[in-house]
């Protein structure tokens, strides 16, 4: 496989990208914290309620879509278990499995930030978007390029 060039151009398309990215990221954990929840803490409720139907709400399926350690979603689920966001529930076909639900507390919260996070992203979310666009045509102008040299 030949060597890939980058050009100035790639580079500053992946920054402004990474760009956007961290600045809605940064909007969110301040957003989080304001709500009286860590950063970690928004994301697992989130994850929890947008969940495929078809999947099971258990602790290992909150650290797959986080990306975390099982320990540290055991944690976590404690720490939203005891401020009331959460609670635990045992399967009904298998006892030993435990299954993580929302709370009326944990559905009010998360509502009111996921709000927060619609309107930031109908203000920010076109720079985030055109950020993307260019990264992936200048990716595929590249690409295009190369198979015209090619012939």
Do not use: W
């Not at 507390?105 to 985030?128: F, Y």
């Amino acid at each position: 496989m030949a060597e890939r060039h980058l050009s100035s151009g790639d580079y500053r398309s992946l920054a402004e990208f990474r760009h956007q990215i961290r600045r809605f990221l940064h909007f969110s954990e301040r957003a989080a914290r304001g709500a009286g929840l860590e950063p970690t803490q928004h994301q697992l409720l989130l994850a929890l309620k947008g969940l495929p139907p078809h999947v099971r709400p258990r602790i290992g399926e909150m650290a797959e879509r986080l990306q975390i350690q099982h320990h540290s979603a055991v944690e976590l689920v404690n720490r939203l278990e005891a401020g009331g966001f959460v609670r635990r529930q045992r399967g009904r076909e298998d006892r030993r499995e435990v299954l993580v639900q929302l709370t009326s507390r944990g559905e009010k919260i998360l509502r009111q930030l996921s709000l927060c996070h619609q309107d930031e992203l109908r203000s920010q979310g076109p720079a985030l978007l055109s950020a993307l666009e260019r990264l992936l045509n200048h990716g595929k102008d590249k690409d295009k390029d190369r198979k015209k040299n090619k012939r």
